[in-house]
């Protein structure tokens, strides 16, 4: 486990969503907030951002191009390169106080998962999606007040799904040919006063990776959910992490300022950035979602 490094300084007041771009050699993130998709080239350190007209929460690339987003209202296609998005389901109403929170395509690209999050987090209201190719989606859990840490394992029979203010990991056996979930049971739990589980990522030996926010840490679980490592942080929010480079050692770790004072901040220089840190275990190519031809034929609008 090597030093953990600043790749781009940045002000996020929360970042996720970190995406490895292989055939760009690139990372792609959110800045939830401050309504923009961000792109860094890790080859030549340039960064882009774009401006999003509504809040993107998670996503993941497409094949053919683009991104599949989950909004804060629901999810849509993104073209960066023409600057539209394509609106797809809307599953839950406005009176619900939710909105879509972190997200991941399976191993095979075939469903891309979304859950809700209540934004005062009071109410247990919120809900697992499944959105598939036809752009339609699937409620597929209840009972949630912030849903998080989505990942699967290598072998894609394992989804694992968090409930920030659980705080709680649950497992659930996924079955790929029919994308249903079953057997759910506890993964984790985090002892209070150690931080929430955010966003999270497997490795190629299936360890799962969980960011901590407000735990000023990342935490690596073996498989049957015992805790491997704990790996301190230089900020107190983690948000979620991803693996890349060359050859997928390179962890990558968006951070946020949320709730941070201005002496916080000024000890913690790096909050609001992604930062880098090499790893032993490398990780694994996320797979692209697969949009129906015809979703890429339905009405766009403006993506700022």
């Not at 150690?194 to 990776?209: H, Q, R, T």
Request: hydrophobic fraction near 40%; include cysteine.
């Amino acid at each position: 486990m090597g030093a953990i490094a600043l790749a781009l300084a940045g002000t996020a007041r929360i970042g996720e969503s970190p995406v490895w771009s292989a055939a760009e050699s690139a990372l792609y993130w959110t800045e939830i907030h401050d309504r923009k998709l961000r792109r860094l080239d890790a080859l030549t350190g340039e960064s882009r951002t774009w401006p999003v007209k509504e809040k993107v929460a998670s996503f993941a690339l497409c094949e053919g191009g683009g991104l599949v987003a989950a909004l804060h209202g629901g999810f849509a296609l993104i073209d960066l390169e023409r600057g539209t998005l394509t609106r797809l389901a809307q599953p839950f109403a406005a009176e619900l106080e939710v909105h879509l929170n972190d997200g991941r395509c399976d191993r095979s690209g075939r469903f891309f998962w979304s859950g809700t999050l209540h934004e005062p987090r009071t109410k247990q209201n919120g809900e697992l999606f499944r959105l598939a190719g036809d752009g339609t989606a699937t409620r597929m859990v209840g009972g949630i007040i912030a849903s998080n840490g989505i990942a699967f394992s290598p072998d894609n029979r394992v989804l694992y799904y968090a409930d920030s203010r659980g705080p709680v990991i649950w497992a659930f056996d996924f079955d790929p040919a029919t994308g249903a979930i079953a057997n759910r049971r506890i993964f984790a739990t985090v002892p209070r006063g150690e931080g929430l589980p955010d966003g999270a990522a497997v490795d190629a030996e299936g360890c799962y990776w969980s960011a901590r926010f407000m735990g000023r840490r990342i935490v690596r679980y073996l498989p049957d959910g015992s805790i491997d490592r704990e790996i301190p942080m230089p900020v107190d929010n983690a948000t979620m992490v991803a693996f890349g480079g060359p050859d997928y050692r390179t962890l990558y770790i968006t951070t946020g300022r949320a709730s941070l004072g201005p002496e916080e901040l000024a000890r913690q220089p790096w909050a609001g950035g992604v930062l880098t840190m090499p790893v032993e275990v490398p990780g694994l190519p996320e797979p692209r979602f697969k949009p129906d031809p015809a979703l890429r034929r339905l009405p766009t609008e403006s993506l700022a």
